[in-house]
């Protein structure tokens, strides 16, 4: 009750200081309808003082929401007294085409709005205007789905970033849209301000239509920019321009607090002295705008996939004992990680040490194991986890919301085999055909009724999902709400457990499509899988009643599973939730924890036809749509591939780059065993790798990265390795060929380590540089500028107690994509061999290729991956110096005819002439 009262008082604070700031001076706000009857705002009643006023911003209501928090937001901003009030969207479920359910939840947000004191303005969200029904509805009741208005001369624009309906997850600006707001720009040209609201973030998005021409049209007004649909709060610089994504007004979160933007607040705008102060309502105060910077968000989008502080999963057989526990501090940031842990009593494991203070070092990985005592007769079948209470803080990272509390919690967990099934299974919503259920829920609580049982199969090209659910009262009075009404909802990763296993559910991965969710709100005797706009093309699902409750069947297409894993997919990780209404109450039942509990590596079902060794079955490789080009193909991405499919030996965990030369080559030329290998870094390996690499009794190793880079990122320790060798290629002022100052080239690679994707992308467009010309332009450098190392490089293998060898750089692909290729070509190697071997690193790294492409601007492509006018052009540049292939070997790396000859004979079971 104190804190309710603070912060009541505090409010009240707030209103008595602006009432007295702002006179009731009318002031007409001046909005374009474009010949709508209808309006996109409730009524207009300003007040302000003449050149200074204020407007509050909420952000997303739905998407997951959670009840009451909207409306608190609105009797809050009533305190607080602005002239009006504009939203960023998402504030109905929607995700349907009944045209019914559209007005009856537009009918039920408007009620909340109803009660503000000031104007709101409507932003169109994806759950606002997600198909053409929904997007008509719009039109009926609000009129416009984009506009903009005018008020004490600064612009404020409404962009629909949903009306081309993308259906793959990100939005857009119509060419009617864009032309319409650079028309009320080119109009308006003396504004004070722009400010632009907006669903998606299109600054943050690689397909966004036409916004960067919009952004262009935006280049001489002074704006702001605020979009939400993350759920996560961030305030970007862009241009030296203020580009903010809200957190939560009452959407899906798990409220992790600031240090993550995982808050619920609403934003006050005070425009003064021709310039806005931005400030945040939390509940637990006020905030800068830029309590979570650009930087800070990377950090911590990077620790919702992997946390800086777990316990290594165990996974439990009959022979099972837990004797100890692995406690991992992995701090892959640029800052010292504080780390206070203290373990909660627990009624069978004692753990030997109860209280853990570290720092860890930037950018450094420690294990510690803390042996257990157990109980005699400990069941680890029903074992509550352990838990650690857990304070983390960033010291270094200064002037951002830096520390932050999670529970850290252990217990062993079951590998799950999938149900056999003889019978062709049916997605009717009738389970006639399911021979078994064998995983039962119940509530040991008695807090509900109702039980279920379920069952997984895989069966020819879907996973199937049965849910047999045994429920006395079915209440449809929650509607389509799955938070409240009846409902299943299946979360499904379908990464391997070397990633789902950390998943914890957070909504930014789930838009990301790294994991998805098939959920189906139970509303009458039938009905299908909500959201099937945003599922994989043949995903599916459907219910019908039965006499004890309710029976559900889904499925899932496996090449989805196939494609995110690489082909020969390992496992993924499933957890089921069933949610019972009775009597207007709502009892969510889940198998497992739910994933943000902080229980790491819950319902993992293996595939039983995985070979081990990460290949891709040919028909399964992940390049699915080719252009054919000279010597090598695109895909659907844009990135080069060989046109035909290649088998991917996936043989270190840590290096994903790493093979032998020239393996994918369909000629009869073949290297002797365990000669030579390609890598990326080896800064990742893990203890098996080594292991692995020790046996096959490697002895040189040569690194072509900087210093800066080696210093980075040290490779590990190879106790076999008896000569490091480092021929450091791409030296600050040498890599581009120049172009880049050594200053501007250190800064740039260090935003590259540190994955700023953005600062490298503004840096580059402000030097008008192309990305694409740089690249050919560092490789014709390798011919020009690379002799002495890359000679060092081949002359080597011509003492062949050197070897086995790996050769590599950060990546395995620009400096050891070249090096490779000469090596390959001096062996004999025809041109479109050694290219094909050259663009076998993008189905090595299809995966983080994907990731990157995701996560930076589309100007950066061209830095991800191999292609084909990069390694033609330093074959060219080859051919134009020095006449001849020849030539280059013995007047360019200056090799001798004897050391050639002792490299082939060294390196080829049958030497070439």
Known sequence: MKRSYFLKGTLLLFAMIYSLTWSMAQDKISVDYRNYTSQPHTALQEKNKDGEFQFAIVSDRTGGHRAGVFKKGIEKINLIQPEFIVSVGDLIEGYTTDEKEINDQWNE???????????????????????????????????????????????????????????????????????????ALKQNK???????????PLWTQKKSGNWKKLVSSLKNFKHTAFAGHIHDYTSYVVDEANYITLGTTGGGSNMRGKAYGEVDHFTVIQFKDGKPIISNILLDGIQRHDFVTEESNEIFAKLEQRPPVY???????????????????????????KVDMKAYAHAEIFPSIVEIHEVVPANTKKSIAIPVNVTKHINYENLSPLAFETSLQFTDLKNVANQWNQMIKFSPQTLHQFSSNKNEIIVDGKMDEWESLPFKVSDPDQNTKM?????????????????????????????????????????????????SAFNSGDNAGLIRREWTVLAMPITGESGDVAYKIILPKDADGKYTLTEKGYQAEFRFPKKVIKKRQNGDWKDVRINVRVVDRAHGQSTPLCWQPNWNKGVLGTGIFLNKNYKGNGAINENDSPQKTLTRATYGCRDELGINVPCEPVKVEKILEGAVNFRIPGASSKENILLKENKVYRSDNLNELSASDIKKLEELGIKTIVDFRTEQEIDKK??????????????????????????????DHAKMMEWFMSGQFKKVDSLLTGLNLDVMQLNIDSY????????????????????????????????????????????????????????????????????????LFEASPENLYPFYGAYMDQIMASMKKIDEIYGSFDNYLKKGLKLTEQEIQSIQQNLLQKPQN
């Open 714 to 743: 040290p490779s590990k320790k190879i106790n076999t390795v008896s000569n490091t060798q480092v021929l450091p290629i791409g030296d600050p002022g040498n890599k581009f060929g120049g172009k880049l100052s050594p200053e």
């Open 451 to 499: 039980h279920y049982e379920f069952g997984v199969v895989d069966q020819g090209e879907f996973l199937y999902f049965g849910v047999n659910v045994i429920d006395p009262i079915i209440d449809f009075s929650g509607g389509k709400d799955l938070a409240n009404a009846e409902s299943i909802m299946i979360q499904f990763d379908y990464n391997d457990r070397s990633v």
């Open 109 to 183: 947000f408007d009620q909340f709005v109803n009660h503000a004191d000031m104007p709101f303005f409507y932003v169109a969200g994806n759950h606002d205007y997600s198909n053409p029904e929904m997007g008509k509805v719009w039109n009926k009741r609000l009129g416009p789905d984009y506009y903009h208005f005018k008020y004490q001369d600064v612009l404020f624009l409404c962009l629909n970033s949903e009306d081309e309906y993308s259906k793959e997850g990100y939005g857009s600006i119509s060419k009617k849209q864009f032309e319409y707001f650079d028309k």
């Open 311 to 337: 316990f290594t999963p165990q996974y439990k057989d009959e022979n099972y004992q837990l004797e100890a526990l692995e406690l991992v501090l992995d701090n892959s940031q640029n800052y010292e990680l």
């Open 780 to 851: 014709e450098d390798f011919v020009t500028q690379g002799n002495e190392q890359f000679g060092a490089f081949l002359r080597i293998f011509a003492d062949e107690k050197n070897l086995p060898m790996i050769f590599h750089c950060q990546g395995g692909t620009d400096r050891t994509g070249f090096a490779s290729a000469i090596l390959l070509r001096m062996l004999g190697f025809e041109l479109e061999s050694l290219t094909r071997d050259y663009l076998a690193t993008n189905i090595y790294k299809y995966q983080q290729i994907q990731w």
């Open 190 to 200: 003396d504004a004070k301000w722009v400010f632009l609201f907006m669903h998606q």
